[in-house]
């Protein structure tokens, strides 16, 4: 499976941006996924993951309330509504397979989210 993130860019504090994730192959579909994200030098982190459905879904506790997450099984593509976003948003965003279930696809490029004045 082949993931590709975009959506990212610069965003004044307090803006908003949408990132998508898209998969290819026929497994997308079964897998519970997740975003995770990473700045320089630090582990990555997961942000927020949901369920292979949609119907359930979980956030990090700097990003709940903030960000959005959801996916289109039809398109294989997955989304992080991200609003009142902060400095410390700022990151590389990536999406993979949910951790909790083992295992992970390989790493796509992911996409830069810069916030700043």
């Known amino acids: 499976v082949q993931l590709v993130e975009s959506g990212g860019g610069l965003v004044q504090p307090g803006g908003s941006l949408k990132l998508s994730c898209t998969a290819s192959?026929?497994?997308?579909?079964?897998?519970?996924m997740a975003w995770y994200r990473q700045i320089p030098a630090k582990q990555r982190e997961l942000v927020a993951t949901i369920t292979n459905g949609g119907g359930g879904t979980n956030y990090a506790d700097s990003v709940k309330g903030r960000f959005t997450i959801s996916r289109d099984n039809a398109k294989n593509t997955m989304y992080l509504q991200m609003n009142s976003l902060k400095p410390e948003d700022t990151a590389v965003y990536y999406c993979n397979t949910d951790p909790r279930y083992g295992g992970s696809w390989d790493w796509g490029q992911g996409t830069q989210v810069t916030v700043s004045s």
């Open positions: 192959g026929s497994t997308f579909s079964i897998n519970a």
